[in-house]
């Protein structure tokens, strides 16, 4: 595939990862309380609900920042699949370990059940992939011609 081709691809993906985490850290912020309280019921988390819920927008925040910029934008697709592999994780840990499954989520996501939303976050870890790879393809293709 064409160098040009893969740009538009690389730009299209980190688009889409900039509206879902500013939509999703939007929603977090918004709803901080609720957020903080369900981070608050889960076990595994315990005392650290708090950092959590401050850390986790913070994350989508400025890994939506590092996505804008063309210099940045190859830290912006790993913390992207960082992200996303943070967050199917902790899906397939719920799904699998707790009975009761809280949902915090908002907006357009909350009406997923929790195995689209595994199908969902899968489906962006790919797109991290993709893009990460083309992105590695294109510099490798300018120093090649250096």
Known sequence: ??????????????????????????????????????LSTLPMIGELHKIIAYSVPTAEIITSCLLLVPLTRRDGLIYSFLLMLIFTTYLLFMVIYT????CNCGGVISHLSWKQHI??????LALSLI?????K?????KQVKR
């Open 137 to 141: 393809d294109i510099v490798r293709t």
């Open 1 to 38: 595939m064409k160098t040009h081709y893969k740009k538009i691809i690389i730009d299209i993906i980190a688009c889409l990862f900039i509206l879902l985490f500013l939509y999703t850290a939007a929603n977090k912020v918004w709803e901080f309380h609720n957020f903080d309280w369900v």
């Open 99 to 102: 009975k009761d499954l809280p």
């Open 131 to 135: 893009a990460f790879n083309f992105n």
């Open 119 to 124: 199908v969902f976050n899968l489906f962006f």
